[in-house]
């Protein structure tokens, strides 16, 4: 199936703790994202890569690293992690940054939950 | 600053009506206007779009309308059925670079029998 991916589905994990997210896309696209959406179910973008260089990153604290190993992969790693992350994790792609082909398609999402 | 305001927070329907979700934007410059459609437990799905060139786009029981002047856009289902039931986010790109989304936030649709 071609799509965006994420994994895992969901992580459940002490606070203080490191942890990974991955995201795949196998639609070509040069373009990828991530977003936060909270427990009121506001999304919110974190961070945008374009062939694998950084473009947005919308004020997040330095705890979160995105990597983008090749323009398929976007993993996020966050560090130190706070009660305050919990959330669910989405990774979208477009085609590129163009006006016409900026249809953001999205993952299934990580649902992380810090205790 | 980047603003998108979209009322109302729930709706709740009998099968068979109409719904009608309504968005405004703070940017008169933006361009771009999709409407998500996210299931429990799942992602946003892009259901339908429209750009600034363009007054109303229709795809079958679902339809955009954007007012530029007025700076809204809106969604209408008609013909609604319980699979229709989910959350709704107008979002939109505004100027600036990087293709950032900006959500509204949100509306819980529920089709009743």
């Known amino acids: 199936d071609t799509a965006v991916s994420q994994t895992p589905k969901y992580l459940v994990t002490q606070m203080g703790n490191d942890k990974s997210i991955k995201c795949e896309q196998n639609?070509?696209?040069?373009?990828m994202y991530w977003y936060k959406q909270d427990s009121k179910k506001f999304l919110k973008i974190m961070f945008s890569?374009?062939?694998?260089?950084?473009?947005i990153n919308e004020t997040v604290p330095n705890r979160f690293s995105p990597k983008s190993p090749d323009k398929a992969h976007l993993n996020l790693h966050i560090n130190s992690l706070e009660l305050g992350d919990s959330a669910v994790y989405f990774c979208?792609?477009?085609?590129?940054?163009?006006?016409?082909?900026?249809?953001?398609?999205f993952g299934p999402g990580t649902r992380l939950t810090v205790l | 600053g980047e603003n998108v305001e979209q009322h109302p927070s729930t709706l709740s329907v009998q099968e068979g009506d109409s719904a009608v979700i309504k968005c405004t934007y703070s940017?008169?410059?933006?361009?771009?206007f999709p409407w998500y459609k996210q299931e429990l437990g799942k992602g946003p799905q892009l259901i339908i779009d429209?750009?600034?060139?363009?007054g109303e786009k229709k795809d079958q029981r679902i339809a955009v309308t954007l007012n530029k002047t007025a700076k809204h856009f809106s969604l209408h289902i008609t013909e609604t059925q319980p699979e229709d039931s989910a959350v709704y986010f107008c979002a939109a790109i505004f100027t600036g670079g990087g293709n950032k989304l900006t959500f509204g936030t949100g509306t819980q649709l529920k089709v009743e029998l």
């Open positions: 890569y374009n062939n694998k260089e950084l473009i």
């Open positions: 979208a792609s477009s085609q590129d940054l163009t006006r016409s082909n900026n249809e953001q398609f």
């Open positions: 429209i750009r600034s060139n363009v």
């Open positions: 639609l070509g696209h040069d373009t």
């Open positions: 940017d008169s410059a933006s361009n771009y």
